[in-house]
């Protein structure tokens, strides 16, 4: 299993990080990946994220997974993003997961068709751009995953980790982490 994490300057750094925590201790392969021409990005709060590569160069690789962390800033240049956008509508038509959290449902997805058809839910206050907004932490429907902030950011990453990789392996991993009684 292989997950694509793209980020971009002012993503939001709690999401970002808690995806990949969560997915790596389920021995899942993240890749994160950087638009733009550094692997070094700002993301929020101050905090500096380091990717693993540039987007370019991983652009041709096939993904189980390609899930946005949010952010303003972030989600508004992932989803300026042609390439990335590109990738996201394969993804979907190969149904292969994708998805986003926070502000990357209502800038990235949604402006693009990606959510056309689907329930999902993101940052409350981005609401009015889902067709069919669900306030949920987080909502599945078809091979689509979104959640809605940096508080729902582990769940949304054992909520991803499921659909990858069974059930048995979420319950394990979110009792390691002491995030299921």
């Known amino acids: 299993?292989?997950?694509l994490v793209p980020i971009a300057e002012g993503s939001e750094?709690?999401?970002?990080?808690a995806i990949v925590n969560v997915l790596r201790r389920g021995d899942v392969e993240v890749t994160v990946a950087a638009i733009g021409k550094s692997r070094t990005v700002h993301g929020t709060r101050d905090i500096v994220l380091h990717a693993d590569a540039l987007f370019e160069d991983v652009a041709q690789r096939t993904f189980?997974?390609?899930v946005l962390?949010?952010?303003?800033?972030g989600a508004r240049a992932l989803g300026a993003h042609a390439a990335l956008i590109e990738k996201l509508k394969e993804q979907r038509m190969a149904h292969r997961w994708f998805g986003g959290i926070c502000?990357?449902?209502?800038?990235?997805?949604?402006?693009?068709?990606?959510?056309d058809g689907k329930q999902a839910t993101c940052y409350p206050s981005?609401?009015?751009?889902?067709l069919h907004w669900?306030?949920?932490?987080?909502?599945?429907d078809g091979h689509c995953i979104t959640s809605q902030g940096p508080a729902t950011a582990i769940a949304f990453?054992?909520?991803l980790l499921e659909k990858l990789a069974g059930s048995a392996r979420r319950h394990e991993v979110a009792a390691a982490m002491l995030a299921e009684a």
Do not use: C, F, K, W
Request: no cysteine.
């Open 126 to 130: 981005y609401r009015e751009a889902l």
């Open 64 to 66: 189980d997974a390609i």
């Open 103 to 115: 502000a990357a449902p209502a800038l990235a997805l949604a402006p693009h068709g990606l959510l």
């Open 157 to 159: 990453g054992l909520g």
């Open 1 to 3: 299993m292989n997950v």
């Open 134 to 140: 669900v306030d949920q932490p987080v909502v599945a």
């Open 13 to 17: 750094s709690l999401e970002t990080v």
């Open 69 to 73: 962390p949010g952010g303003d800033a």
